[in-house]
């Protein structure tokens, strides 16, 4: 029996923002800074229309939103920024099918794994706030489901330690964050 996405805009927004494997990391790009179709351009090498096509695909998916406009030699420069993502582990995951799950879960690593090694040569790891471990676990399925419970929680919390950053008003310094749980290779989820 093939798998079917439940009817809820969550699920319709993964499906579709993997429509084309670019789109997640241009999204990822908004999310990282409010910026412009033709700045992502630049820094990912790609032609200003490509970028253009499928941030107005986000847009319409309602994943992102223009924020504020700058005239620049003559054209208007949109900015936009990320108000939505496509989720990993929240609560209607197993909703998305395999298929697309694992396309997500594999675009997702691809972009951390490429930015991790470009913060690595530069140093992105140097300071006393950084932090990389790996540690191998063995949990029953009432370990599984608290370690679960405890990343929805963490998630949760650091969305409002991002928030409250924000308010206070001060100076945002840029990080990126990533917690990976997952089963070993041949090992079943």
């Given at each position: 029996m093939?798998?079917?996405l439940?009817?809820?805009?969550?699920?319709?927004?993964?499906?579709?923002?993997l429509?084309?494997p670019?789109?997640?990391?241009?999204?990822?790009?908004?999310?990282?800074?409010?910026?412009?179709?033709s700045?992502?351009?630049r820094?990912?090498?790609?032609?200003?229309s490509?970028?253009?096509?499928?941030?107005?695909?986000?847009?319409?998916?309602?994943?992102?939103?223009?924020?504020?406009?700058e005239?620049?030699?003559?054209?208007?420069?949109?900015?936009?920024?990320a108000?939505?993502?496509?989720p990993i582990?929240?609560?209607?995951?197993?909703h998305?099918?395999?298929?697309?799950?694992?396309?997500l879960?594999?675009?997702?690593?691809?972009?951390?794994?490429?930015?991790?090694?470009?913060?690595?040569?530069q140093?992105?790891?140097?300071?006393?706030?950084?932090?990389v471990s790996?540690?191998?676990?063995?949990l029953?399925?009432?370990?599984?489901?608290?370690l679960a419970?405890?990343?929805?929680?963490l998630?949760?919390?650091?969305?409002?330690?991002?928030?409250?950053?924000?308010?206070?008003?001060g100076?945002?310094?840029?990080?990126?964050?990533?917690?990976?749980?997952?089963?070993?290779?041949?090992t079943?989820?």
């Open positions: 093939a798998a079917t439940r009817p809820s805009p969550h699920t319709a927004h993964v499906a579709r923002v429509g084309h670019l789109r997640l990391q241009i999204l990822h790009e908004y999310r990282r800074d409010a910026t412009s179709p700045r992502i351009a820094r990912l090498d790609l032609p200003i490509v970028v253009a096509y499928h941030t107005n695909a986000l847009k319409r998916l309602g994943c992102i939103e223009q924020i504020r406009t005239r620049r030699r003559g054209v208007i420069e949109r900015f936009h920024h108000v939505a993502a496509p582990g929240e609560r209607d995951w197993e998305v099918p395999l298929k697309v799950r694992r396309r879960t594999r675009a997702t690593i691809s972009l951390l794994m490429g930015d991790a090694a470009r913060a690595a040569d140093g992105g790891f140097d300071g006393a706030q950084s932090h790996r540690r191998p676990l063995q029953d399925a009432e370990g599984l489901d608290a419970s405890l990343l929805r929680r998630d949760g919390e650091i969305t409002a330690i991002e928030a409250a950053s924000a308010a206070r008003g100076e945002l310094v840029s990080r990126e964050l990533a917690v990976l749980a997952f089963a070993d290779a041949g079943p989820a």
